[in-house]
Nanobody, 126 residues
Framework: QVQLVESGGGSVQAGGSLRLSCTAS????????MGWFRQMPGQGRDVVAA????????NYADSVKGRFTISRDNAKNALYLQMDSLKPEDTAMYYC???????????????????WGQGTQVTVSS
């Protein structure tokens, strides 16, 4: 019943910026941990960034640390990904996901997705 819809993708030159948005519906008052994944052609879907449902803690893939910022607005039921200093290797289909926080032994956590958006294409040219 949960539906996620992404927007904000597009084509930019290297060094440019984009802001992705994801709007959730059908959550029936439940707050999920959320995140962004991306998938390059012929490759698997990898996590880019995630944000916890309760304390707002975040984690990022090493490749985007310092360049991307994940945030959420619970009042609007929205998730955002601010992408700065974009590189050609950031080119991918980006997917919004909602799910549960999985606590790791020894510390740390990761997002266990339950729901996925349809994806939005990001293309970065050199």
């Amino acid at each position: 019943q949960v539906q996620l819809v992404e927007s904000g993708g597009g084509s930019v030159q290297a060094g440019g910026s984009l802001r992705l948005s994801c709007t959730a519906s059908g959550t029936t008052g439940r707050t999920y941990s959320m995140g962004w994944f991306r998938q390059m052609p012929g490759q698997g879907r990898d996590v880019v960034a995630a944000i916890d449902s309760s304390d707002g803690s975040t984690n990022y893939a090493d490749s985007v640390k310092g360049r991307f910022t994940i945030s959420r607005d619970n009042a609007k039921n929205a998730l955002y990904l601010q992408m700065d200093s974009l590189k050609p290797e950031d080119t991918a289909m980006y997917y919004c996901a909602a799910g549960l926080s999985k606590l790791h032994y020894g510390g740390g956590w990761s997002l266990d997705p339950l729901y996925w958006g349809q994806g939005t294409q990001v293309t970065v040219s050199s």
